[in-house]
């Protein structure tokens, strides 16, 4: 096969030309600071697609994490669970609140968050359940629901992952008692860089909206701060981007779900992959990003299959590292020492191949001819 002259990266954001008219209007206008007015549009269409009365625009996915927790109201010794398997982030958001993060495993199928695990880990001090839907795929959450119900948890949904994708009739993002997104670079929707807070509570939104301001006061007494707040705001100019891109959020969807299919049907039938499901009866795979783990008995290892696929100019990226194999927060007491066996199995032989909004239909056969090659 001929090599590929292009380096292809595991991401390549879609930004054409009206997005950058958008973005020059906005920066003509003079409004490029959190008070322009995109951004109160930006937030009102969100709240509208996803099914919330409130959304709240922060600077990043990572922010409003920090947010959500904060305005929970935490105590020290309560409890917060989540999945092992997961950006940093989530737990990051935990300690810094002064909450104890618990871990659990995940379901070795979906890789998300293993559902009958949960309700072992809940005792007198959980509090609340944090929930990342992982790589595309929407946990079940009428099972979700029933657990956090029962147990009166909070509910924090990290849908930063899974933008437009339905769980059954209804879109992630809009479950949670706080749920959060994410406009990175590489997600469905980009401003490069960004978040949103989603909630039907009014009492959250409005901690939400004092703490990404710095708990400023109203009025005369504006400089008169009620707690310790950040400035988490976001840009006029990241609104006009976020709501051109909004216009073609059918398509966007639609093309994440080609991509991911076009790679599910022709790897599907490889022997020595797993890959994760393409739907599930409660939803599709919307595939963020496309992730294959190399099974045990596999003769080729992940490392070799990445250096084969970097000398075929193809970008490849390992899976998130275990939260409960992270070095740092052993150290320093944050997590006890655990062994979650498919966390840890996802993690060591898990990577993903380019599926950003960029791929051309050349690009996207180059890349599933190699991976075929290299397991066939």
């Known amino acids: 096969m001929k090599k590929y002259k292009k380096f292809i990266p595991v991401n390549t954001p879609l930004i054409n030309k009206s997005d950058a008219l958008a973005v020059y209007d906005s920066v003509k206008s003079g409004w490029i600071s959190s ?3 995109n951004v109160k549009k930006f937030e009102k269409k969100i709240a509208r697609f996803i099914g919330c009365r409130y959304a709240s625009a922060v600077s990043s996915g990572t922010a409003a994490l920090d947010i959500a927790i904060k305005s929970l109201n935490l105590k020290k010794r309560d409890e917060v669970i989540l999945p092992s398997f997961t950006i940093i982030s989530n ?34 001090n959980t509090k609340c359940l944090m929930l990342p839907h992982i790589y595309g795929l929407t946990n079940d959450m009428d099972k979700i629901l029933r657990i956090v119900k029962k147990n009166k948890l909070f509910l924090i949904e990290d849908a930063a992952e899974v933008f437009g994708l339905k769980y059954k009739n209804r879109y992630c993002g809009s479950f949670g008692h706080i749920s959060i997104l994410s406009f990175y670079a590489n997600k469905h929707i980009t401003t490069g860089e960004g978040g949103m807070l989603l909630t039907n509570n009014s009492r959250l939104n409005k901690r939400i909206l004092n703490y990404k301001n710095l708990c400023f006061g109203l009025g005369h007494n504006r400089f008169k701060h009620s707690d310790i ?20 959020i059918n398509n966007i969807i639609k093309k994440k ?3 991911g299919n076009y790679y599910y ?8 992959i797993i890959l994760q499901p393409d739907k599930l009866p409660y939803c599709k795979n919307i595939y963020w990003v496309f992730g294959i783990v190399i099974k045990k008995k596999s003769k080729i290892k992940i490392e070799e299959v990445m250096k084969k696929l970097k000398q075929k100019n193809i970008g490849t990226r390992p899976f998130f590292w275990p939260l409960h194999k992270q070095n740092f927060l052993l150290k320093n007491k944050y997590i006890k020492k655990s062994r979650l066996p498919n966390s840890e199995f996802i993690a060591n032989n898990g990577f993903y191949i380019p599926s950003g909004l960029g791929l051309n239909s050349k690009e996207l056969k180059y890349i599933k001819d190699s991976v075929i090659d290299i397991f066939k």
Do not use: H, M
């Open 35 to 37: 008070e322009g007015p």
């Open 91 to 124: 737990i990051n958001a935990i300690i810094k609140s002064g909450a104890r993060p618990v871990l659990v495993d995940v379901d070795i199928e979906t890789w998300n968050i293993k559902i009958e695990d949960i309700e072992k880990k809940i005792n007198k």
């Open 229 to 248: 707040g950040w400035n988490y705001r976001y840009t006029n100019i990241q609104a006009s981007l976020g709501l051109n891109q909004l216009k073609r």
């Open 257 to 259: 779900f080609y991509i």
């Open 265 to 272: 049907n022709n790897f599907k039938n490889l022997k020595n």
